[in-house]
């Protein structure tokens, strides 16, 4: 999946704290803009609904399990100033997740559950976002696995390698007034 597919998709997605809700066409505001590449992350910003959206993202290093196909594979953060929502930990998986089934995120020393909704998974709340975004910032790798609706179990490594630059450069883009 390109950037800019991505993002359509991203643009669906009006995620409010840490529930998906569903929106509809929302894209308004031009391409992403991207706003830095740091090691095996990027930052990028765009207008929705005339509001300005931040988010990061990167793909696995590592993807592993016995599947067949799988599309592109994501893990993002996501501030939403102009709705109070900020730090939004989702996984797009690249498949549709078993129904009623969680996904482990690890990083370092620390682990935290995801619940699933089609081909993605969020934190329970926003504490639990917070935690992760911590995490990711301090940490150096992080392992997501997950079970797919046909039962394949997946293991997906990343670095964290710029990641916190490329948060701080998310964050500085969503507090900047324009």
Same mark, same amino acid.
Request: net charge neutral.
């Given at each position: ?11 669906? $997605? ?41 988010? &990061? $993202?990167? *793909? ?15 893990? $993002? ?29 690890? &990083? ?5 559950? $995801?619940?699933? *909704? ?13 935690? &992760? ?46």
């Amino acid at each position: 999946m390109t950037v800019k597919r991505y993002f359509l998709l991203l643009c669906g $997605l009006a995620v409010l704290g840490a529930a998906p809700v569903f929106a509809g066409p929302a894209y308004a505001g031009g391409e992403p803009k991207l706003l830095a590449t740091e090691g095996k992350w990027s930052a990028y910003s765009f207008i929705e609904n005339k509001k300005k959206v931040c988010y &990061i $993202l990167s *793909q696995p290093e590592k993807a592993e399990g016995k599947y067949g196909s799988r599309s592109e594979i994501y893990a $993002l953060i996501t501030n939403r100033p102009a709705d109070g929502s900020k730090n939004v930990f989702s996984y797009i998986a690249g498949y549709p997740y078993k129904p009623g089934s969680d996904v482990t995120v690890k &990083i370092d020393g620390s682990s935290f559950t $995801l619940f699933t *909704q089609d081909d993605t998974a969020w934190a329970p709340d926003a504490a639990t976002d917070t935690k &992760i975004a911590e995490a990711m910032s301090r940490g150096t790798t992080m392992v997501v696995t997950g079970v797919s609706a046909r039962g394949t179990e997946t293991l997906d490594t990343y670095s964290l390698e710029g990641s916190s630059a490329a948060h701080r450069a998310m964050t500085a883009e969503c507090e900047a007034k324009n």
